[in-house]
């Protein structure tokens, strides 16, 4: 097996002949350089999307396919608002048709001749047969594999035979291969395949079917005639899509999980080579690629790099020998590819941009007797959740010259913040307690780091005039989160902080492991929708584990001591293996009946034996999660009284630590592991963190953007720990906040200021959405709901709530690995 890396200098040696060796890629752009208008993503990464021309897709486009003859292509949206199966012409670049779907995933595939579309129909457990003759779907016919949702079958990827009497279908949920008769309806057989399933794709002479085993590392060859697997192949971490060339001689397998392509020999049945498609020669897992699509002639091979927002370009006419050309930038998370004469078409799975929604519903300042403020004003469109803000769009993209391919190049170069000298050496300053590279000592020698829940900054800090707030998003204002104040000032204001998550699926994995596998982005949306499925997303499930696992691995690995407080673990239970044997076994889970107060008593407890015996550990990660609220259910603790418990327990914790003899060599990080549940008036991915130490320059007010990445790179670098993904490696560490010296003294924790006994007693039709809320676990109830209901316990019933915001960031100068302000 030959790797192949894709490397800056050696693919570019021409343009920059020593370019493996700097620091950061070029900076000056050829003149006839083809550059889109550049936009910063609040996780610190830019987009140039390449494309003369671009369509509005639906939430969340995962699969295209052209139909035969190329002349139209179906699309399948799948995110977490509406579901949509939409028929394009890419000839004309129009929307000939869109149909809604109740559920659906991934799965699409044309008939012979298109004369038939199917779809896969989601946890309904159903395939869609649209009628497709013409420029319009018909009336679909339903083919059932099975009882819906909560029967776990999740069809994935299809393929039909040539003859159009055969249906396969592949499970991500019972981990099966079905075959459906498609003239009678029926199930022929089912044969299990041992783990989710992605993609399926039959040979051209139908004998065989090549199977993607997402979850088990495996490519899969069987033979439609016996029934059987006929072979087995390991290949890399997750693949996912998989093509052919046109002779069905070689197989190409993306491997989202490891940066990588595989290419088989279909005839020895065996890897020729692994094509690497990061931006530079890096294990750190975040290119995630994800689709796959071959050249007219068949001699180029186009990757979607979701994590790295491009498309990896290779030379593929001599397999085996498989060469690089270049990269072309694209919109946000390009999530699928397909090629056409003269054309080559993206599907960005996140848009164009994180743009504001400016048709929100909009507070005024208007006060009632308590000071809070309750009145609204309607503008035009509806109230939106982040979960449902990520507009797909379809890129149509023409084949580049050479020329052309290298400024698309260093474009996508010039979008990545990440390079490997970030990688061996963050940014930072001399004589910061935040090291630069590993090995380098630190005199802070204990990390507490605190996990919150769902809190947007407006939410919380929006009253603070010293920061960039919004006072009328402001629901849990000083009076509610007095500690919350306190410890800004005392210690510093970020205001211009951003989670990399959208909601607590990929939160917990963002908040843990600096990365969210392409399992987990294209999951979560599903249950998030109300569409059935499991979360399945803090460690109970293998298939959404990164490759090299948490930060508690990396913390295994180091031999660094380690402990959780509730996080991916409860009473005592985990289910990750780095962490039996380091957990606070009286630490609740998430659970909305036990006070924040009452899980920072078990944690003093525990922390005052542990020291004691000299054993407390370098690293702990502590959950407070009662900030998510239980919004209106009749009984449960008010909206504000759940904040004021979650603030009162922040306070405690530092308090008591403070207090403690190892409070001159500590340091507390604290985030929300998303934002989802409020409004802001920068961005939804805005949200209050605090970093909490005797080194923190007092009073700091830091208008520097930071990200969840950011603070994880921070702590790594104080305990000596190397980056988790290209996410940290490149991300700006918080050394800015921090002085040479500490200055110890006490924090006193500010008293409660609102009844933490406030139940919700009033049944209205908040309380009457909010008895219906999923509770026990975290984000089973509809988030956008909770969210209103909420909004409208402080506001009052009749106040609309404004719509998240998501910006539009200008492009600042780029950070470079010699920046040592």
Same mark, same amino acid.
């Given at each position: ?11 570019? @040696? ?25 936009? /910063? ?164 002479? #139908? ?37 052919? @060339? ?134 035009? #469109? ?128 963002? @908040? ?53 407080? #509730? ?82 327990? /922040? ?84 050394? #800015? ?85």
């Amino acid at each position: 097996m030959k790797p192949v890396a894709l490397a800056l200098g050696l693919l570019l @040696s021409a343009l920059a002949p020593a370019a493996a060796q700097l620091a950061a890629p070029p900076t000056q752009l050829p003149t006839n350089s083809p550059q889109a208008p550049k936009v /910063l993503l609040p996780n610190g990464w830019s987009l140039t999307p390449a494309g003369a021309a671009s369509l509005p897709l639906g939430d969340l486009p995962l699969n295209m396919q052209l139909a035969p003859g190329g002349r139209r292509l179906a699309v399948t949206n799948n995110g977490q608002s509406r579901q949509t199966i939409q028929l394009i012409d890419p000839a004309t670049q129009q929307v000939l048709d869109e149909q809604t779907i109740g559920k659906s995933w991934y799965g699409l595939a044309w008939g012979p001749r298109g004369q038939h579309l199917y779809a896969a129909g989601g946890n309904d457990n159903i395939i869609l047969d649209y009628p497709a003759a013409g420029a319009k779907l018909g009336h679909p016919d339903t083919l059932r594999l099975g009882k819906p949702w909560p029967t776990k079958i999740g069809p994935a990827g299809l393929a039909v035979d040539a003859a159009g009497r055969r249906l396969y279908v592949v499970t991500k949920e019972d981990n099966a291969l079905y075959v459906m008769d498609l003239a009678t309806k029926k199930i022929v057989s089912r044969l299990g395949l041992g783990h989710e399933a992605y993609a399926c794709l039959l040979a051209p002479d #139908g004998r065989t079917l090549y199977i993607s085993i997402w979850g088990g590392n495996q490519l899969l060859a069987y033979d439609t005639g016996t029934g059987k697997v006929r072979a087995t192949l390991a290949t890399q971490s997750h693949p996912n899509e998989l093509i052919q @060339s046109r002779d069905g001689r070689y197989l190409y397998v993306a491997n989202a999980n490891d940066n990588s392509v595989s290419v088989v020999d279909a005839r020895s049945w065996r890897v020729l080579e692994t094509i690497s498609t990061a931006l530079y020669p890096t294990r750190l897992t975040g290119s995630t690629p994800n689709g796959l699509a071959l050249s007219s002639d068949g001699k180029t091979l186009y990757i979607a790099n979701a994590d790295n927002n491009c498309l990896a370009v290779f030379d593929v006419s001599r397999p085996g020998r498989s060469a690089a050309k270049g990269f072309i930038p694209t919109g946000w998370y390009p999530t699928c590819v397909r090629t056409m004469p003269g054309k080559i078409l993206v599907a960005n799975g996140k848009g164009f941009s994180s743009l504001a929604n400016p048709r929100g519903p909009q507070p005024v300042k208007r006060k009632d007797s308590s000071g809070y403020q309750t009145g609204t004003t309607e503008a035009d #469109g509806p109230v939106q959740y982040i979960g449902g803000l990520f507009k797909g769009t379809l890129s149509f993209i023409a084949p580049p010259s050479e020329t052309q391919l290298k400024a698309y190049t260093q474009q996508v170069y010039q979008n990545t913040p990440f390079t490997p000298a970030l990688e061996k050496q963050a940014l930072g300053a001399a004589g910061n307690p935040v090291p630069r590279r590993a090995g380098e000592q630190s005199p802070i020698k204990h990390i507490f780091y605190i996990i919150k829940e769902n809190r947007t900054y407006d939410q919380v800090l929006g009253d603070m005039p010293e920061g960039n707030g919004d006072s009328t998003l402001c629901l849990f204002p000083e009076r509610v989160t007095p500690n919350h104040h306190a410890l800004a000032r005392q210690f510093a204001l970020l205001d211009n902080f951003y989670v990399n998550a959208e909601v607590s699926a990929d939160g917990h994995n963002w @908040s843990t492991a600096a990365y969210a596998t392409d399992f987990v982005e294209k999951t979560w949306p599903t249950s998030y929708g109300g569409r059935g499925g499991t979360y399945d997303f803090e460690g109970t499930r293998l298939a959404a584990y990164p490759r090299d696992g948490f930060i508690w691995d990396y913390c295994q690995r180091a031999g660094l001591s380690y402990r959780s407080y #509730g996080e991916f673990a409860e009473n005592g239970k985990t289910p990750l293996k780095a962490l039996r044997g380091h957990i606070c076994p009286r630490s609740p889970g998430f659970d909305m009946d036990v006070r924040d107060t009452e899980r920072v008593r078990i944690w003093a407890q525990d922390f005052d034996s542990l020291l004691a015996l000299g054993q407390v550990p370098q690293f702990s990660t502590i959950r407070l999660s009662n900030d998510h609220t239980s919004g209106q259910r009749l009984g449960k603790p008010t909206p504000r009284a759940a904040v004021a418990d979650n603030d009162l327990a /922040l306070g405690q914790l530092v308090e008591h630590l403070a207090a403690s003899k190892l409070w001159a060599e500590s340091a507390v990080f604290v985030v929300e592991d998303d934002a989802q549940n409020g409004p802001d008036h920068v961005d939804a991915h805005r949200s209050p963190a605090f970093v909490i130490s005797p080194y923190v320059r007092p009073g700091t007010v830091d208008h520097t953007l930071y990200t969840t990445a950011g603070i994880l790179r921070t702590m790594e670098l104080i305990l000596g720990l190397p980056p988790m993904s290209q996410y940290d490696a490149a991300a700006r560490p918080l050394f #800015g906040c921090f002085q040479a010296a500490p200055a110890l003294g006490p924090y006193r924790a500010r008293p409660a200021q609102i009844d933490l006994n406030q139940r919700n007693t009033a049944w209205n039709r908040s309380a009457e959405r909010s008895a219906r809320f999923n509770l026990a676990q975290e984000d089973a109830a509809p988030d956008l709901d909770l969210n209103e209901v909420v909004w409208k316990a402080i506001k009052g019933e009749s106040s609309p709530m404004p719509a998240p915001r998501r910006g539009a960031f200008l492009r600042a100068a780029p950070l470079r690995d010699d920046d040592d302000d």
